[in-house]
């Protein structure tokens, strides 16, 4: 799990005085802080990699607004969560941010504790985030291990088969089958066939 203080909050504001609280508070909180004085800066400077989460205004002029930014990075899988920020309490578009996944909507000045539980709450998504993603990689690797005729016994297997049934549609004996079976177990790390059949799930095996 990511920690807070080796995530990256991005504050993105066009008030640079606010951006400059901002970076203080988060700061005086142990968190690391980049501003950008709107959604063309930020895109033009965000490094991808980074763990962390956004700290969004709602409007800025000029640009881009933070709903428009937030639909934009939705779409790639390594969107960081968005907490927003608005000067003016706007019902509607609070509402509209939560369903399209932001963590929070909150109205300036914002509290200072109310601020941080928002940021570590994002922080805390996009680490689970990554960690999933990080297991769905590593279960591809262990499933990729496998030889074809593994995958074979895999499918059939997972689709219900017996092992008298699999050896016989690939012509085989069913101590062979059986051999597969318990090597494709120990490749991909399960010991239960209920486990084999949530993997077969995860990578949309049919």
């Not at 509209?96 to 601020?115: H, I, Q, W, Y």
């Not at 318990?182 to 095996?205: G, Q, T, W, Y």
Request: charged share 25%.
């Amino acid at each position: 799990m990511i920690k807070d203080t080796e995530a990256i909050v991005h504050v993105i504001d066009d008030d640079e005085s606010l951006r400059t609280a901002l970076a203080r508070l988060l700061g005086a909180a142990g968190l690391k802080v980049r501003t950008y004085s709107g959604a063309g800066d930020f895109l033009l400077n965000w490094h991808e990699d980074g763990a962390g989460c956004i700290l969004l205004d709602v409007d800025m002029p000029g640009g881009p607004s933070g709903p428009e930014l937030q639909r934009a990075l939705a779409q790639r899988a390594d969107a960081l969560p968005v907490v927003f920020l608005t000067g003016h309490g706007n019902i509607g578009i609070g509402v509209n941010a939560m369903k399209s996944g932001a963590v929070d909507f909150l109205t300036k000045p914002v509290e200072r504790d109310c601020l941080l539980t928002a940021v570590h709450a994002a922080i805390a998504q996009d680490g689970a985030r990554r960690e999933a993603q990080a297991k769905d990689r590593d279960l591809q690797a262990d499933y990729d291990s496998l030889s074809p005729r593994e995958r074979e016994v895999f499918v059939q297997v997972t689709a219900g088969r017996l092992n008298k049934q699999i050896a016989y549609d690939l012509g085989t004996c069913e101590r062979t089958i059986k051999a597969h079976r318990a090597n494709v177990m120990e490749k991909l790390h399960v010991h239960r066939f209920v486990d084999l059949i949530k993997l077969a799930s995860r990578l949309n095996i049919e």
